[in-house]
């Protein structure tokens, strides 16, 4: 807002809701998701949407069953941190361990 504020004319809305856009964006496709995932939902839908719900169906499972998913899943639910934060390696093995309902072990998720 105080960029808007220092280089904007009258016409601050634009540059703002533009700028913010940025970080509103992913915690609203995030809130959206699961609800746009059901066809009776109207509204419309970002191109990503199904690559973000099928990700969502991975992800859920194996925070039951993965340290390093749940916390890597709680920081991007609590939104300190971006959703692309759940594609590294070591979170994607976890998720392909629960998909097998194979045992982790080594990460038991605190209960």
Known sequence: MGDCLRHSDDRL???????ASSV?????????????ALTEVPGPRRLLLPVSNAQAEQVLPAVEHDAIVAGVFSEVNDL???????????VSAGCCAASGNLSRARHPAAA
């Open 80 to 90: 300190l941190a971006a959703p692309g934060q759940l594609m590294p390696p070591e």
């Open 13 to 19: 809305a634009q540059p703002f809701f533009r700028a």
């Open 24 to 36: 509103i964006d992913p915690a609203w496709d995030m809130a959206v998701g699961s609800d746009l």
